[in-house]
């Protein structure tokens, strides 16, 4: 029983601080912040394609918004509402893919700089050594096979 | 054959020579897979053009000529090119001015001061092309003495008035059209930006009469 209660506790607060976060995404949700995010995404690498429709949906939504003219939502607290769902979507979506474009980046860079790189250096050395001896028997063989003739 | 080779590639690892080679190459295959994995620098642009009803550089205007009448249906084609390597967050602001209004000044990447009477905004991906259809008509032209004082018109159904721009005969109006870039750093939309080590700006004009 005494222990259940710290459990219980800790279980609430979890609840209580995953709904703070979110309501703090919503305030803090903007246009500007999802465009950083995506631009930042994509100089790790990532795909943002996807991203980048969402975000003119989004524009679209606060558009309809301002000019009451609504298509995809019925007012202009819920346009901006959904837009606002949808920025803070692409700002979350966009810090999670360039947490992945990076570490696949590293990886592949390491794999490049650790194995490619020196694999083809080793082959190229076996070769180009191989071929000098081969080249260099062939001259000393041509050497000795030489006629002195008289003219 | 095979093990004639083998015994070859045994003889070149304890060689010297072959130590040498591969080192010397592995310092240059190194270097090569290290530059070619940094991004590289291109040249990087936005660019704007305006076109006509059928999406060619003819037809700007409804008649034969380029004088425009109340309720004259308007219809042009806004194109913004992005070539700045990443995604661009950007605006198209359209300003209806005179003559003597002051144009957007290129040489010094300064908009033109006078307030816009249409703004559309979109996330550009890079190496794309933002096509905006730009349909307009005047809806209110007073006549004051010899001048013509455009007083409303609509533009994308949305209705502008307040507007008293003026011009002496109907001649010379001109729709300005601005692209705006926004500015990480500076937290709002720019009408320049820094391209390699230069600032650039670029705008679009069409002159038009109105009867």
Redesign the interface.
């Given at each position: 029983m005494y222990n259940l209660i710290p459990l219980i506790t800790s279980i609430l607060l979890l609840i209580a601080s995953a709904s703070t976060n979110n309501e703090s995404n919503l305030i803090n949700a903007s246009p500007e912040l999802a465009v950083e995010s995506i631009k930042d995404a994509q100089i790790a690498g990532a795909d943002v394609s996807d991203l980048v429709s969402s975000f003119n949906i989004a524009l679209d939504l606060i558009d309809q918004a301002t000019k009451s003219n609504f298509n995809s939502c019925s007012s202009y607290e819920d346009c901006n509402e959904k837009a606002m769902q949808i920025f803070v979507a692409i700002t979350n979506d966009a810090h999670l893919m360039k947490e992945q474009a990076e570490v696949a980046s590293t990886f592949q860079k390491s794999v490049n700089l650790g194995v490619y790189a020196p694999i083809t250096a080793f082959i190229v050395a076996v070769i180009g050594y191989l071929s000098f001896k081969e080249w260099k028997s062939r001259q000393v063989k041509r050497l000795l096979e030489m006629e002195i003739k008289k003219k | 054959m095979i093990s004639a080779l083998v015994l070859?590639?045994k003889g070149?690892l304890t060689?010297r020579?072959?130590v040498a080679?591969?080192v010397s190459?592995?310092a240059?295959?190194?270097s090569?897979?290290?530059v070619a994995?940094e991004s590289r620098a291109r040249q990087s642009f936005l660019s704007i053009n305006t076109l006509g009803s059928d999406m060619t550089m003819e037809n700007y205007y409804p008649g034969e000529t380029s004088t425009i009448s109340v309720g004259d249906n308007v219809s042009w084609h806004i194109n913004v090119y992005n070539r700045m390597g990443?995604?661009e967050?950007l605006s198209v602001k359209v300003k209806l001015l005179n003559s003597t209004h002051q144009s957007p000044d290129v040489a010094m990447n300064l908009p033109s001061p006078e307030l816009h009477i249409f703004e559309?905004?979109?996330?550009?991906?890079n190496n794309s092309t933002w096509t905006i259809p730009l349909f307009w008509k005047l809806t209110e032209v007073e006549k004051q003495g010899n001048h013509a004082v455009i007083k409303s018109l609509n533009i994308n159904?949305?209705d502008v008035s307040d507007l008293s721009i003026k011009s002496a005969g109907g001649h010379n109006f001109r729709m300005v059209i601005e692209l705006w870039r926004?500015d990480?750093q500076l937290?709002d939309f720019s009408f320049a930006w820094s391209s390699d080590s230069d600032k650039s700006s670029v705008w679009n004009q069409i002159w038009f009469n109105v009867s």
């Open positions: - | 070859s590639i070149a060689s020579v072959f080679i591969f190459l592995l240059i295959s190194l090569v897979t290290y994995s990443e995604p967050y559309t905004r979109q996330l550009l991906m159904g949305i926004y990480r937290g």
